[in-house]
């Protein structure tokens, strides 16, 4: 059976292994100053990481977080299945008119959410469970559900750290994984949005990261904000197209029946990052 997310969160004695039974998580040795500045400088020049300092404090570490492979497996794999919860109870809060309204949406959002026609089919969706070890056992703070970020702390910067410990490897690429489910739902020379909220620099970053992933697979990645985004209907297979001009319709774009949207006639996918 499924482990409920609330489970998980209110009781995990029910749901999860004692604590003496969880594999154990360390931190590797420091590397040297000048192998972490220059991983920092790669980071911040090829990966896309713009925000490596807050005030006076690195955000990024001069060392490597060890996990046992047995353990992220089992952390991936409930990750799975709480995926497959979340977009269970999203399907059902869509099915009961009385769930939109009891979230407090803005009228002309639930009267988008509530239209019975299919939703529009996605190339990819991820969603991001922040696990963290603790004297009980492992505990989720949050789900990041529509937007979730780190592509290239999770992936650039684990791989050059790696370089520096033979005996470790990174536990995956992420980004390889959303590029990859993205173009190959495209035709070949598929122009792709990435749209961002605009003034939120680690969103920006995000899609800047993504879109270079992109172009090595034959993509043509563009960077966006949601104002210069518009759908209309058509009639066409899609039943919407794209007018790429600067527009107000902000909600509209952002809504569940529009997000993460691939039309084939245009091969264009839309893909948000941001608030």
């Not at 008119?97 to 299919?118: T, Y």
């Not at 922040?130 to 990041?144: A, K, L, V, Y």
């Not at 739902?185 to 899609?207: K, W």
């Not at 997000?259 to 893909?271: E, I, S």
Request: aromatic content about 8%; charged content about 25%.
């Amino acid at each position: 059976m499924t482990a409920r997310f609330a489970d998980l969160v209110e009781n995990p004695n029910s749901c999860l292994q004692e604590t003496r039974d969880f594999p154990e998580i360390h931190a590797e040795n420091e590397i040297s100053a000048r192998d972490y500045l220059t991983l920092r400088r790669k980071a911040v020049l090829d990966g896309c990481k713009w925000d490596p300092q807050v005030g006076d404090t690195d955000t990024l570490a001069s060392f490597p977080l060890v996990l046992k492979s047995s353990s992220w497996n089992k952390l991936a794999s409930w990750a799975e299945r709480l995926t497959e919860e979340a977009i269970e109870a999203e399907t059902e809060i869509l099915r009961e008119i009385g769930s939109l309204n009891r979230l407090g949406l803005p009228a002309r959002l639930r009267q988008v959410l509530a239209d019975p026609s299919p939703l529009t089919p996605s190339l990819g969706r991820v969603m991001r469970f922040d696990f963290h070890p603790t004297p009980q056992g492992w505990r989720i703070s949050e789900t990041n559900s529509d937007v979730p970020g780190g592509y290239s702390e999770g992936e650039y910067f684990t791989a050059l750290m790696a370089a520096h410990f033979p005996n470790l490897r990174p536990a995956g690429r992420p980004g390889d994984a959303w590029v990859d489910a993205l173009a190959a739902g495209t035709s070949q020379n598929a122009v792709i949005a990435l749209l961002s909220a605009p003034g939120y620099l680690e969103d920006h970053q995000v899609v800047s990261f993504l879109a270079r992933k992109l172009r090595t697979r034959g993509c043509r990645p563009h960077l966006a904000k949601p104002g210069q985004i518009v759908w209309r209907r058509s009639s066409g297979p899609s039943g919407y197209h794209l007018v790429p001009r600067t527009t107000r319709s902000y909600r509209a774009v952002l809504s569940g029946r529009m997000a993460f949207a691939f039309t084939k006639p245009y091969g264009l996918a839309a893909v948000f990052s941001g608030r």
